[in-house]
């Protein structure tokens, strides 16, 4: 089955190199975050994650999973009929293949994007990838992990996003964006982390303060709770 609006080559005659990857799930949602919340895509989670956030949803996604070809991921991705695909983890960039996945993605013809924790090197993405990069607030429990040169690397195509756990949170995201000039990179996203940090006090944290951000509460939670593959 082919996406609808779009042209999608026939992988077959893709030539990839033969690479596999390790595989927690593929599945068929909504997007819950981002600027493309809503749409149905299909999610490629990779398994594997360097990190341990201290309040990571995804914790099943660090260890296990099943090994697939580049191939296999696309033969199962198409069935789904969508244009947009969302590759994930854990750490999708802590598996070398990731790239090339990426990049036959865009080569067959979706829309791509990309969730990234903002702690590994972010350069070498096809540009055709739109970038939803994390930084770790305090939190997190993983501040000290941000690779701040990954800044660079952003265009206005990318999303950072700041899980915030508490008002120490954003009071920390509130600096780093202004006296980073985060917004001059690309759009970013204040999320609360759910039954930490209320809805309404951050987004009346962010009225006060005439934030150039875009709130956002994850939508698949809001939907399914926190059942997972959706």
């Not at 244009?83 to 993605?105: F, I, M």
């Not at 791509?112 to 540009?127: C, F, I, K, Q, R």
Request: hydrophobic content about 40%; charged content about 25%.
């Amino acid at each position: 089955m082919s996406a609808p609006g779009i042209e999608v080559v026939d992988a077959s005659r893709v030539e990839r190199p033969a690479e596999r990857l390790r595989i927690t799930e593929i599945f068929f949602s909504v997007q819950g975050e981002s600027s493309r919340v809503g749409l149905p895509t299909v999610f490629v989670r990779l398994t594997g994650c360097p990190l341990r956030c201290v309040w990571c949803d995804t914790e099943y996604a660090f260890s296990g999973g099943t090994y697939q070809s580049i191939d296999d991921v696309l033969i199962e991705v198409v069935q789904h009929g969508t244009p947009y695909v969302c590759v994930t983890g854990g750490e999708p960039l802590a598996q070398k293949a990731c790239l090339t996945l990426l990049s036959s993605l865009c080569d067959t013809g979706y829309k791509v994007s990309l969730e990234t924790s903002g702690a590994l090197d972010v350069s070498a993405v096809d540009v055709r990838v739109s970038k939803i990069m994390d930084l770790k607030a305090p939190g997190s429990g993983e501040v000290d992990k941000n690779l701040w040169s990954n800044l660079e690397h952003l265009t206005p195509r990318d999303e950072l996003k700041v899980v915030l756990a508490d008002e120490v949170d954003y009071l920390w995201a509130r600096e780093q964006l202004q006296t980073r000039q985060l917004a001059e990179h690309c759009p970013v996203l204040f999320s609360p982390v759910q039954g930490s940090l209320q809805p309404a006090d951050l987004a009346e944290w962010i009225l006060r303060d005439k934030l150039a951000v875009r709130m956002q509460i994850q939508l698949h939670k809001v939907i399914w709770g926190n059942a997972q593959g959706r």
